[in-house]
Antibody
Framework: QVQLQESGPGLVKPSETLSLTCTVSGGSINSYYWTWIRQPPGKGLEWIGYISDSGSPYYSPSLKGRVTISLDTSRNQFSLRLSSVTAADTAMYYC???????????WGQGALVTVSS | QSALTQPPSASGSPGQSVTISCTGTSSDVGGYNYVSWYQQHPGKAPKLLIS???KRPSGVPGRFSGSKSDNTASLTVSGLQAEDEADYYC??????????FGGGTKLTVL
């Protein structure tokens, strides 16, 4: 049973860069896409982007230019960097395993990131 | 890309059936059979209920079913139970490796 766990700072200052890492255990990085999804407090889900097992990233058009997703297969981890953050980027950030063009079938528990000075 | 349209709320009594709609366009819901549904209880991560319009992952009760007609996908919960009270989100592949979510529907079991 694959498990995912997000880690990173819970507080980021405006204009700085948000960085989160997702550690995958109990399963292989291969043959899946590794996804970041966020949820502002009291609001719906927003797809941020994902990265293939070969390291090719794909981003939401609304965040493109600010977001970078990378993969470290040696550590079974993938990471999210979101630059120039504002209060609107305050959200629960989830990492998930995405089965190609089908669905995200395994999720982390989420990491709350607050953007505030 | 715009979010998919879901009703903000739905409700039903125990044992009844409820259907939640998810309306998109020919560029997402209508263009691909890659519509998924997720259930989210308060304070919890979303859980996959339905993938590829109507496929249930192992462990998901048969009371949950999905369908699609043109640009609208639907999730039906039959035989409502108290534990079905949760938020439900649809998502669809939108081409060019992009995905779009619905705004979510809060299901209340009366």
């Amino acid at each position: 049973q694959v498990q995912l766990q997000e880690s990173g700072p819970g507080l980021v200052k405006p204009s700085e860069t948000l960085s989160l890492t997702c550690t995958v255990s109990g399963g292989s990085i291969n043959s899946y896409y590794w996804t970041w999804i966020r949820q502002p407090p009291g609001k719906g889900l927003e797809w941020i982007g994902y990265i293939s097992d070969s390291g090719s990233p794909y981003y939401s058009p609304s965040l493109k230019g600010r977001v970078t997703i990378s993969l470290d297969t040696s550590r079974n981890q993938f990471s999210l960097r979101l630059s120039s953050v504002t209060a609107a980027d305050t959200a629960m950030y989830y990492c998930a395993r995405h089965v190609s063009k089908t669905a995200a079938d395994s999720w982390g528990q989420g990491a709350l990131v607050t953007v505030s000075s | 890309q715009s979010a998919l349209t879901q009703p903000p709320s739905a409700s039903g009594s125990p044992g009844q059936s409820v259907t939640i709609s998810c309306t998109g366009t020919s560029s997402d819901v209508g263009g691909y059979n890659y519509v998924s549904w997720y259930q989210q209880h308060p304070g919890k991560a979303p859980k996959l209920l339905i993938s590829e319009v109507n496929k249930r992952p192992s462990g998901v009760p048969g009371r949950f079913s999905g369908s699609k007609s043109d640009n609208t996908a639907s999730l039906t919960v039959s035989g409502l139970q108290a534990e079905d009270e949760a938020d439900y989100y649809c998502t669809s592949y939108a081409g060019n490796y992009n995905w779009v979510f619905g705004g979510g529907t809060k299901l209340t079991v009366l």
